[in-house]
Nanobody, 126 residues
Framework: QVQLVESGGGLVQAGDSLRLSCAAS????????MGWFRQAPGKEREFVGR??????????YYVYSVKGRFTISRDIAKNTVYLQMNSLQRDDTAVYYC?????????????????WGQGTQVTVSS
């Protein structure tokens, strides 16, 4: 079993930055695909981005709306994945979840991820 705990959420103003962390325990997740998702009030859960391990390193993928503003990285020694969010906008307001896919696949669909954190709230005010 893998436990995921997100942290780093909060209330910020538009244009500010936040870094979310997702600390994994139970197993090493260095080979797992780690995804970030978000869910705004009244909306469905949305894929934000993922980091996929490769032999040559890692590859990252993002939903179009956050490309160039959000960056996913991982610290293997800390078994932690990060979501750096810059130039935050009101539309980024949501609960952010990290998720793990042990198969190391390259999928944006939530159904491909077996483990989920409890989420952390990000609120962006104008």
């Amino acid at each position: 079993q893998v436990q995921l705990v997100e942290s780093g959420g909060g209330l910020v103003q538009a244009g500010d930055s936040l870094r979310l962390s997702c600390a994994a325990s139970g197993r090493t997740v260095s080979s797992y695909t780690m995804g970030w998702f978000r869910q705004a009030p009244g909306k469905e859960r949305e894929f934000v981005g993922r980091i996929v391990s490769r032999w040559s390193g890692s590859s990252t993928y993002y939903v179009y709306s956050v490309k160039g503003r959000f960056t996913i990285s991982r610290d293997i020694a800390k078994n932690t994945v990060y979501l750096q969010m810059n130039s935050l906008q009101r539309d980024d307001t949501a609960v952010y979840y990290c998720a793990a896919d042990p198969s190391g696949g390259n999928d944006y669909r939530a159904s491909s991820y077996d483990y989920w954190g409890q989420g952390t709230q990000v609120t962006v005010s104008s």
